[in-house]
């Protein structure tokens, strides 16, 4: 659920009150509201759209987190998600056409699994390998 | 893996790392979450090329759009299904596009709401207990009990459960502002579940991840697609087989 909006990042753009699907935020006074947390169903979409990287979505999606807002600064979370997809910058998110190469991922997950499976089945000990 | 999963699906590793879970080395609780039977299997009839639905002017798009067209019975959420979200809202949102510039000159007046659940209650106003409705709406559709075994009796209870809600919204709910767009999503559901337990009364059989507990057997009669639809009566038919091949 979100959990914390720097007032001193946040440049009062308010989209992410309007790009919320459930209605959590309300505009605020210069920084937007969070205005109905039991309604966050974490889906991360306000920090994508936050420019200014003034958002943190804690990661539990049933219980609402205090967090220490100076370790969160520190973290390097904040805005991460929407560099990671290019959200704004499409142009620096070339590593997204490596997509292709999740189906042999996802079989090679299957085969480790099947591996760590007959192993069990055999009596051995699990590994995470 | 671990690098490469960041670069191609970025959405997966944060909140692991938020929670200082180490995704490849540690062990976590899991939880299956119910999505229903509806993702990727159902959604707005799309009725020609521009994704025109039977209302003039609406056009469906993504997940609000049936896509059995494109994909079959198959869900998921990439490949295909990312290919449809991206190709449907770009090919509804150019029809829309092109039939408001025709109707530029044409528009006169304000917009006239049609729907009334929640705008134009048909007895006097009392308030809704929406948390109430969508607790039972989540119970009756993602339930393990309600989801993977299915049965006549069940689903009949749950019919008129639902059906009782749903009277109880268009007989007296009303709100305006974002209580409405509240009221309006609660309403939605409510309609949408009765659709989806419309649809599996009517399969007397067991198919894919639709499991009827006292009709466990696939019946090779029954090999069509049901269209459901109706709001103070809801309604089940077979998609007619004419329909059913050309899209074939």
Redo the contacts between chains.
């Keep these: 659920m979100i959990a914390h909006i720097f007032e001193d990042l946040c440049n009062g753009c308010h989209r992410c009150v309007a790009v919320c699907p459930t209605?959590v935020l309300d505009v605020g006074d210069g920084t937007p509201v969070i205005a109905r947390l039991d309604q966050c169903q974490t889906c991360?979409m306000c920090e994508l759209y936050c420019e200014a990287d003034a958002l943190y979505v804690?990661?539990?999606a049933h219980v609402a987190e205090s967090v220490d807002p100076q370790a969160i600064r520190a973290s390097g979370?904040l805005g991460?998600?929407r560099r990671?997809?290019g959200w704004d910058r499409p142009d620096e998110a070339g590593?997204?056409d490596?997509?292709r190469?999740?189906g042999p991922?996802l079989q090679?997950?299957g085969e480790t699994a099947a591996r760590r499976y007959r192993t069990l089945a055999a009596g051995g000990t699990d590994t995470?390998d | 893996?671990p690098p490469?999963?960041?670069?191609?699906?970025?959405?997966t590793p944060?909140?692991?790392?938020?929670?200082g879970v180490d995704l490849f080395?540690d062990?976590w609780p899991i939880k299956l979450f119910g999505e229903g039977t509806i993702r990727g299997n159902g959604g707005l009839r799309i009725l020609d090329e521009n994704c025109g639905t039977n209302v003039a002017g609406l056009y469906a798009a993504g997940d609000a759009a049936t896509r059995e067209l494109a994909t079959g019975a198959v869900s998921g959420g990439?490949a295909v299904n990312s290919a449809w979200a991206l190709t449907s809202g770009q090919i509804a949102g150019a029809a829309a596009a092109r039939r408001s510039l025709a109707l530029r000159d044409k528009m006169v007046g304000a917009a006239r709401a049609v729907g009334s659940a929640g705008i134009a209650p048909a007895s006097d106003e009392r308030s809704i207990d929406r948390k109430a409705i969508e607790a039972d709406v989540d119970h009756h559709m993602n339930s393990y009990q309600h989801s993977l075994w299915r049965s006549r009796t069940q689903l009949g209870d749950t019919l008129a459960l639902l059906d009782t809600h749903w009277r109880m919204i268009g007989d007296h709910g009303w709100a305006q502002g974002?209580r409405l767009?509240?009221l309006r999503e609660t309403a939605a559901l409510t309609a949408t579940a009765r659709w989806c337990t419309a649809a599996a009364l009517a399969r007397n059989e067991s198919r894919g991840i639709h499991v009827r507990v006292d009709a466990p057997a696939l019946d090779p009669a029954c090999g069509v697609r049901l269209l459901t639809g109706g709001l103070d009566r809801v309604w089940t038919r077979p998609e007619r087989r004419a329909y059913a091949e050309a899209a074939e």
């Design positions: 209605h991360y804690g990661p539990d979370h991460r998600i990671d997809h590593h997204l490596r997509y190469l999740l991922l090679e997950g995470a | 893996m490469i999963l960041k670069d191609i699906q970025p959405f944060p909140p692991f790392v938020r929670k080395r062990r990439g974002s767009v509240a």
